[in-house]
């Protein structure tokens, strides 16, 4: 690698323009640290730009409940605090029961909750027919788990939110431009190469959504991360609102502040790809237990190959360099879903899909903290499917723990180096 006559310093460089890295920049710049981010591409580009939308704290690992309601106080503000519509609306989230085994899981985990102050009712079948006056009576729903606090915001809009008001903060910003190695000195992290130059930092956070685990090994850090091709569908706006985000058996649905309704179905394909080999033994476990919502596609490497940049979809999905084609087998199962517990969405039309990669770990709960071989290096990664409500809140224990302050929430449980 060259060297570099590079003499800036930085109080700390964030690698990744997701909601992490955005919302870390943000809470940084704002409490007056230098701040510089480096984005691949654009700012929410992978992950942070292409989910559901759904901010919540119901069905969360209970680990991650404490997170999840401080992440929800941060967004009841934040359009305030950024100076910026995020399409936010705070209209409950509901969890359909259709079997006795539902009913169970939702009541174990509402008794948990509980413990923690949240407000997650039990409906019953009455209740949640009179909550949703458009589900199907012959659909089999036998209750609902209800979140009132919970609730949803554009993706894309506010992942470049917390960019644009860090950069009204003084935070720097190198986009369309990739950190190939994170540098270390004598055990500390030091600042970040990109395109042959160092850029040097008293401190450094990995926040890069499905690439953080080949960053990091180098510093013999283990993430058995993996990814999963996941697939969301807008179509033409509703014709009445649909305040609540809902969570059909395998299909989450939110309307968009457009009116259109996105729709997803839990989980995607494996696309084979070098690490999928390295971690295999990690996902054996979920991949027996849910082999329909995590399929393995041993043809990725040839599609990677083949394809051309396919245009973006009539939606605001900021590009990304990724080979991440929507499934249409997903979107058909969405589809038929919806419209079976929801009959006025039987005829919609789809006028975008897209996918993401989501980046996982084995135990679903996210990897955030410090690395106790490598000083002021954090790492913020591995969100499961679940870390677009969470991003203000670990963007603001970011900015806690690089200041030397005790973060406001104990992260204890999502220590990058539980791994070994
Ligand atoms: C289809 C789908 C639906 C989802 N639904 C929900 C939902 O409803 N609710 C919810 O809470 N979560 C949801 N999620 C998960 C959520 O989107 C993620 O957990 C969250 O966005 C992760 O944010 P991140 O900043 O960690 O990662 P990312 O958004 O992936 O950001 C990482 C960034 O790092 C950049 N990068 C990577 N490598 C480098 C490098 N070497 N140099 C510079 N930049 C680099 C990438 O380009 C990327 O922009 C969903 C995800 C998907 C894909």
Redesign the pocket.
Known sequence: MKSTNNTEHWDVII???????CSAAFYAARAGLRVLL????T??????G???????QQGRDVREVPLAMAAIRLWQDLEQDLGRDLGWLQGGNIALATSGADMETQEAWQKDAQGYGLDTQLLGKAETHATLPGLAPEAGVMGAMFTASDGRAE?ARATRAFLEAAIDHGAEVIAGQ???KLDTTAGRATGVWSAGRLYRAKAVIC?????SAA?LRPLGLTLPQEVIR???AKTEPLKAAFEHCVSCPMT?MRQAADGSLHL?VAGGEYDVRPDSLRYASWYMKVRKEQPDASRINYLSPLRALLSRTAPPPLADIPP?RDCVPPNPARIDQALTEAARFFPAFANLRVRASW?????TLPDMIPAIGTVSKTGGLLV??G?S???????PMVGSILAQVIQGQQPDIDIGHFSPERFG
């Open positions: 690698v990744g323009g997701g909601i992490m890295g480096f984005e691949r591409d700012a929410g580009s992978a992950q942070s292409r989910n559901l939308g759904f901010v919540r993706p990739l950190v190939s926040a890069a959504g499905a690439k960053l996941a697939t969301v989450g997803s990304t996918a993401g990669y989501i980046d913020a990664t969100f499917g679940h870390g677009f409500g969470l991003g």
